[in-house]
Nanobody, 123 residues
Framework: QVQLVESGGGLVQAGGSLRLTCAASGRTSSRFVMGWFRQALGKEREFVAAINWSSSTTLAGSVKGRFTISRDNAKNTVYLQMNSLKPEDTATYYC?????????????????WGQGTQVTVSS
C-alpha cells in the first residue's frame, strides 16, 4: 500500500501563489509516476500535472506557464508550485500515484490517491 498526504492548500487572492506538497509513504518507489488532479464543485476531476521517475513532466494546457511540478525522490515528495493563480483554479487538489511508469492524464489509471487539499482563489 501507498499513502499520500497533501498539504499547502489555502485561500489566496488572484495573482498569488501557493505550493502544494504531497508526501508519500509505504511501498513507495521512485519509478511511480506522480500526478496532480483537481476537482471543482460540481465538475469532474481533471488532470493538472504529472512527473515521471526521470522528472519528465506533462502539464494541462490551462496551467502551462503558471504551474510547475517537481519531485524529490529522496524525500518521497512531490510538489506543485502554482503561480499567477486565477479564480478558476479554485478546486480540491489531489495527489495520485501511477504504478505503470508512464505519464497518463486519465484519473482512472492512477492507483493511489490522497485525501485532497482545498485551494480557493478569490477575485
Amino acid at each position: 500500500q501507498v499513502q499520500l498526504v497533501e498539504s499547502g492548500g489555502g485561500l489566496v487572492q488572484a495573482g498569488g501563489s501557493l505550493r502544494l506538497t504531497c508526501a508519500a509513504s509505504g511501498r513507495t518507489s521512485s519509478r511511480f509516476v506522480m500526478g496532480w488532479f483537481r476537482q471543482a464543485l460540481g465538475k469532474e476531476r481533471e488532470f493538472v500535472a504529472a512527473i515521471n521517475w526521470s522528472s519528465s513532466t506533462t502539464l494541462a494546457g490551462s496551467v502551462k506557464g503558471r504551474f510547475t511540478i517537481s519531485r524529490d525522490n529522496a524525500k518521497n515528495t512531490v510538489y506543485l508550485q502554482m503561480n499567477s493563480l486565477k479564480p478558476e483554479d479554485t478546486a480540491t487538489y489531489y495527489c495520485a500515484a501511477n504504478l505503470r511508469g508512464a505519464i497518463v492524464t486519465s484519473h482512472l489509471l492512477y492507483d493511489y490517491w490522497g485525501q485532497g487539499t482545498q485551494v480557493t482563489v478569490s477575485s
